[in-house]
């Protein structure tokens, strides 16, 4: 049995989105429980207030979860849909930014996992191939067909007389 091996930016990413998660553990536990005490959070409450304090937390609570849960789908969507990689990139550098943004709490846990989200969606964007990739299609019209204009209603026994037809129809518009 073969195992696939999962790739960098898929790892980055996910551990970006675990940690993420995993950072809103304390901040939900306080809500609940009193920890104990932290000089950074001690400040932080009696600049905020306890009310300020108390919604700080929930702002916390809510950007770590949503960015985390984010961040998890960004990745398992990379491992999926390779094609797209590029794109996938792109939001999990976005999400991750925003994140940090999010939390409006600038410290060494939250800057790691951002550094951790733009590394993962750096690596995306770089094996990504770019933009929507066409695949080369032959083009064989229908013999003994009727082409028909649904602008006008005007029928023409060949493509090549409607393409003329609708050209002059882009123009026109």
């Given at each position: 049995m073969i195992k696939k091996r999962h790739s960098?930016?898929?790892?980055?990413?996910?551990?970006?989105?675990?940690i993420m998660l995993v950072n809103s553990i304390p901040f939900i536990a306080s809500?609940?429980?009193?920890?104990?005490?932290?000089?950074?959070?001690?400040?932080?409450?009696?600049?905020l207030g306890e009310e300020g304090f108390r919604l700080a937390q929930i702002r916390i609570i809510t950007s770590s979860l949503l960015s985390g849960i984010m961040l998890i789908v960004l990745a398992t969507m990379m491992e999926r849909h390779p094609r797209d990689l590029r794109h996938y990139g792109i939001m999990t550098i976005i999400v991750s930014v925003v994140s940090l943004v999010g939390m409006g709490l600038i410290?060494?846990?939250?800057?790691?996992?951002t550094l951790?989200?733009?590394?993962?969606?750096?690596?995306?964007?770089?094996?990504?191939?770019?933009?929507?990739?066409?695949?080369?299609?032959?083009?064989?019209?229908?013999?003994?067909a009727e082409y028909f204009c649904s602008?006008?209603?005007?029928?023409?026994?060949s493509d090549n007389e409607l393409r003329k037809h609708m050209v002059k129809h882009i123009e026109y518009d």
């Amino acid at each position: 049995m073969i195992k696939k091996r999962h790739s960098v930016e898929y790892i980055l990413t996910m551990i970006a989105g675990i940690i993420m998660l995993v950072n809103s553990i304390p901040f939900i536990a306080s809500l609940f429980i009193q920890l104990p005490s932290d000089i950074i959070f001690d400040r932080f409450r009696l600049e905020l207030g306890e009310e300020g304090f108390r919604l700080a937390q929930i702002r916390i609570i809510t950007s770590s979860l949503l960015s985390g849960i984010m961040l998890i789908v960004l990745a398992t969507m990379m491992e999926r849909h390779p094609r797209d990689l590029r794109h996938y990139g792109i939001m999990t550098i976005i999400v991750s930014v925003v994140s940090l943004v999010g939390m409006g709490l600038i410290h060494v846990v939250s800057i790691i996992i951002t550094l951790i989200g733009i590394a993962g969606g750096s690596i995306a964007i770089i094996r990504g191939r770019e933009g929507v990739i066409m695949i080369d299609a032959t083009y064989k019209p229908i013999e003994h067909a009727e082409y028909f204009c649904s602008k006008c209603n005007i029928m023409f026994s060949s493509d090549n007389e409607l393409r003329k037809h609708m050209v002059k129809h882009i123009e026109y518009d």
